[in-house]
């Protein structure tokens, strides 16, 4: 079978000609060739130099075709979104007439007019994802768009979480992220897994003030010097414009913040397997986000807040802490009731969290594909 999938997916060119791209999308594609002969992603290709979070595909049988690059805030950039829909439109065109199937990754500025397009003029058998917060009350217009469309067409659309008045061609499936080898590893990692006398913590993603970098940094002031004194490092994995800043108050805190940009995969792991807990008070639109069920994997506890699906995973007490409000006194009082918990209840977390975890392999991912897309 081939398979065509349509993404905004940030690709970029090494110098020796090899194609890389955001890391997370590529593992999950790479993966896929254990149902599909042959892949074609159709993605968008950035100048300049990969961040060291990307990686290649694995299979000759995976063909990328870049699309122009679109995106991004503003009317210049939404306007640019519009002038190069017919070349888009034309290149996925051209790609459906020799496919089995498409995916089209959802939501993207470029989804706003190819959802309508696919639904209205190609009978090809495929489906959407929709990685965003299905359940987002005051999402923005274009996802709002898309995620009313995507009700209201016949073909089925995989989503995160489990929601009330669901529509029956939705389907609820986890973003993989995990090997089953990984989950070997995670077994022998948390089966010695110990809280010490300093707790280490981490973030992994974008360093933004949606993504709660910065409630971070300044819930330390809210927490006791009993309780600062026992943290050792809080690892911030990732990078973003506000970097700098966030380097500047983090300089201003008694904790040891240590910034570390973009890692690959396994350094990001080798993160989790050191850490205790892991930190992300966000208010970004999220589905699940995929470091949750990693950091989980190796004994990170989660301490998150309640954002779309999250909280159907992450249950206080039970396989992390969800934080009652998102702000920095809520995050101080779970990272105090954290610190200060017995060996016996994190161990317990821990192992909770492994019931969770097996959900987000890659075979799970591809056996939930061919029961619920291609049968």
Avoid at 243 to 256: D, P
Avoid at 342 to 353: F, M, N, R, S, V
Wanted: hydrophobic share 35%; glycine share 8%; proline share 5%.
């Amino acid at each position: 079978m081939k398979l065509v999938i349509i993404s905004h997916t940030e690709h970029y060119k090494h110098k020796n000609g090899s194609i890389v791209g955001w890391g997370p999308t590529i593992t999950e594609i790479n993966h896929l060739t254990a149902i599909f002969e042959t892949i074609v992603h159709i993605g968008m290709l950035y100048p300049g130099d990969a961040p060291k979070s990307a990686l290649p595909y694995t299979s000759s049988s995976i063909q990328f075709v870049p699309i122009p690059t679109v995106g991004g805030s503003g009317l210049s950039n939404k306007l640019n979104i519009l002038i190069a829909a017919p070349k888009t439109i034309s290149l996925v065109s051209k790609y459906l007439k020799i496919s089995d199937y498409f995916q089209l990754r959802t939501p993207t500025g470029i989804g706003v007019y190819l959802i309508p397009y696919l639904s209205w003029f190609h009978r090809s058998q495929g489906w959407y994802k929709y990685a965003g917060n299905w359940n987002q009350n005051s999402a923005p217009i274009g996802y709002a768009f898309q995620r009313w469309f995507l009700k209201n067409q016949s073909r089925k659309v995989t989503i995160n979480g489990e929601w009330a008045k669901q529509p029956k061609h939705c389907i609820t499936f986890e973003n993989p992220c995990l090997t089953d080898d990984d989950l070997i590893i995670g077994e022998q990692v948390t089966a010695h897994k110990r809280k010490s006398d300093l707790i280490d913590f981490c973030y992994v993603g974008r360093l933004e003030t949606p993504k709660g970098v910065g409630r971070i940094i300044a819930s330390i002031d809210q927490l006791e010097a009993k309780e600062r004194d026992k943290i050792g490092v809080i690892h911030l994995v990732g990078d973003g414009a506000e970097r700098l800043y966030f380097e500047q108050q983090a300089k201003l805190r008694s904790v040891n913040f240590k910034f570390h940009g973009f890692l690959n995969r396994e350094k990001v792991f080798e993160i989790y397997k050191q850490c205790h807990g892991f930190l992300m008070p966000t208010t970004a639109s999220e589905g699940f986000p995929k470091v949750l069920a990693e950091a989980m994997n190796f004994g990170c506890v989660p301490i998150v807040s309640s954002i779309s699906s999250i909280n159907q995973y992450i249950i206080t007490g039970e396989t992390g802490f969800v934080l009652p409000q998102v702000n920095e006194q809520a995050l101080a009082e779970c990272i105090t009731n954290f610190i200060n918990m017995t060996q016996t209840d994190y161990e317990a977390l821990i192992e909770k969290g492994q019931d969770v975890v097996k959900y987000f392999t890659f075979s799970y991912y591809n056996e939930h594909i061919k029961k619920a897309i291609l049968n």
